[in-house]
């Protein structure tokens, strides 16, 4: 397993333990407003689920969503209305891998870079190239190239640069 891979399962399994905790204390919330007889399947659902171990490759991950899945399925049937003869009300289980899940995250994070990318370039076009019709002397390039770094006076730069100080 690669140094980057590692870091997005590591990234995938604190989020899952995120997961895992936030679904504990909702369940444990709506215990404590519900009466006792509903609320004891969501506290034992709450408890089940606190208690799993979380998952470090594909099987394990298929072992940690069946045994999340019983423990909502436990909690949920007294109070839910009957679906189809032998389907959880929750629907279908998920399938994807970790692997998957790896692939989802680099996707976003590819698109998140690209999205970044064109609202940069857009508002350097607008910034600026648009008002500017006599764009392209090196002044020009120079300035894009250190508001590009995050400098948030350029001119002020190039004048102090071009008066020696």
Request: net charge positive; with cysteine.
């Amino acid at each position: 397993m690669t140094r980057d891979a590692s870091v997005d399962l590591a990234g995938v399994l604190a989020e899952v333990r995120s997961a895992q905790l936030a679904a504990s204390a909702l369940l444990n919330d709506f215990a404590a407003a519900w009466p006792a007889a509903q609320a004891a399947p969501l506290q034992h659902a709450a408890q089940t689920i606190d208690g799993l171990t979380l998952p470090t490759d594909d099987a394990s991950l298929r072992v940690y969503r069946q045994a999340v899945r019983a423990a909502l399925d436990a909690a949920i049937r007294p109070v839910a209305a009957p679906g189809p003869a032998g389907q959880s009300p929750l629907g279908a289980i998920d399938t994807r891998t970790i692997g998957r899940y790896r692939t989802e995250v680099r996707l976003m994070v590819w698109l998140q870079r690209l999205t970044l990318w064109l609202v940069i370039a857009l508002t350097a076009y607008v910034t600026f190239y648009a008002p500017r019709p006599s764009f392209g002397a090196a002044s020009d390039y120079i300035a894009v190239f250190m508001w590009g770094f995050g400098l948030t006076c350029p001119s002020l730069v190039m004048r102090q640069s071009r008066s020696g100080c």
